[in-house]
């Protein structure tokens, strides 16, 4: 079956949605009121009859071969997760691979191991992957984020005896200029702070300290790029939210630190590297706002630059 979900489309989707249904019995239309990307992603879980799903998004497309080769995987390997590399497709219809994987099975520990290294984005997105359905039987999207794949990917691995991997790029991802995460603000990007946050504490309760260890290493990064946006926007009613990820950050921090056997070496790195991306936020800060002070006294009264 396919479940198309229109989520209050304000365009002409509903209308095409339901003349595909009338073409074929297979295709199923939800008309719904707009919850976002989660949302409509849990009304398809909802509503699903088969015993495995896969996700595309509305902009994307799949080669024809795609859920053939991840289905033959899955039952060959008996996994119940396959997933298959990416394409990207930007504006103008240029096509790039965005993935380097290797056909392999793995376990949890080797999946993870993977989505540390280089870019995870094949291992971490919800869309070029088949599931058993089984998966989600107590497992929902975290409503109202944008980084809605960093707060489930964890809930749904540790369910997972085996994962299949093939190294065929059969999902094409589109980004046109419009979409949700082109038009991130410093509030949707927290969202990935506190997916990380999330994922961290998680390890921890488990004793998985070196992948909790490897989410929090790159929390200062993305908090730094925000500082700067809060600064120099003035958004000075989010840094409440900026100090209490912070708190999070740095009690997540400690607690590894005291419940670990990770070598001392690697923490003294861990915390220099915070260290510098705070002295660097902080710098680029203030040259930004030199910039845009030189630029202001350069100006006309009309605050154009002359």
Same mark, same amino acid.
């Given at each position: ?10 365009? $002409?989707?509903?209308?095409? *949605? ?8 297979? &295709? ?9 990307? !989660? ?18 998004? !509305?902009? #994307? ?27 990207? @497709? ?33 291992? @971490? ?16 999207? #975290? /409503? ?15 369910? *997972?005896?085996?994962? !299949? ?8 991802? @589109? ?29 921890? #309760? ?8 490897? #989410? $929090? ?5 993305? =908090? ?20 209490? $990820? ?10 590894? *630190? ?16 915070? &260290?510098?991306?705070?002295? !660097?936020? /902080? ?13 202001? =006294? ?9």
């Amino acid at each position: 079956e396919i479940i198309l979900v229109d989520d209050g489309s304000p365009d $002409l989707c509903p209308g095409i *949605c339901d003349e595909w249904a009338e073409r074929d019995e297979r &295709i199923r239309v939800i008309h719904k009121e707009n919850g976002g990307l !989660s949302d409509a992603r849990n009304t398809g879980i909802e509503n699903a009859h088969g015993n495995y799903l896969v996700f595309v998004d !509305s902009d #994307d497309y799949v080669d024809r071969t795609m859920i053939e080769k991840l289905y033959v995987r899955i039952i060959d390997d008996h996994s119940e997760l396959a997933l298959c590399g990416i394409y990207g @497709v930007d504006y103008g219809g240029r096509i790039e691979p965005i993935s380097d994987l290797e056909t392999s099975v793995w376990d949890q520990n080797d999946f993870w191991d993977n989505f540390y290294k280089n870019s995870n984005v094949p291992l @971490v997105v919800a869309w070029n992957k088949l599931y058993s359905s089984g998966l989600f039987e107590e497992e929902r999207y #975290d /409503t109202g984020k944008i980084h809605e794949d960093e707060f489930i990917i964890h809930r749904l691995i540790v369910q *997972c005896k085996q994962i !299949s991997v093939i190294s065929d790029r059969l999902y094409y991802y @589109v980004q046109r200029q419009g979409s949700i995460t082109k038009q991130e603000n410093p509030l949707q990007r927290f969202d990935a702070v506190e997916a990380f946050l999330k994922r961290s504490r998680w390890f921890i #309760d488990k004793r998985w300290f070196n992948y909790a260890l490897m #989410d $929090l290493s790159g929390i200062p990064y993305v =908090m730094g790029e925000v500082y700067v946006k809060l600064k120099v926007g003035k958004n000075r009613n989010l840094l409440s939210k900026y100090k209490e $990820l912070k708190a999070e950050y740095n009690k997540l921090k400690l607690q590894v *630190c005291l419940r670990s056997n990770v070598g001392v070496v690697y923490f003294v790195k861990f915390f220099a590297k915070d &260290i510098v991306f705070n002295l !660097s936020s /902080t710098a680029l800060y203030y040259i930004v706002r030199m910039k845009r002070n030189k630029i202001s =006294m350069g100006g006309n009264e009309s605050g154009n630059i002359q």
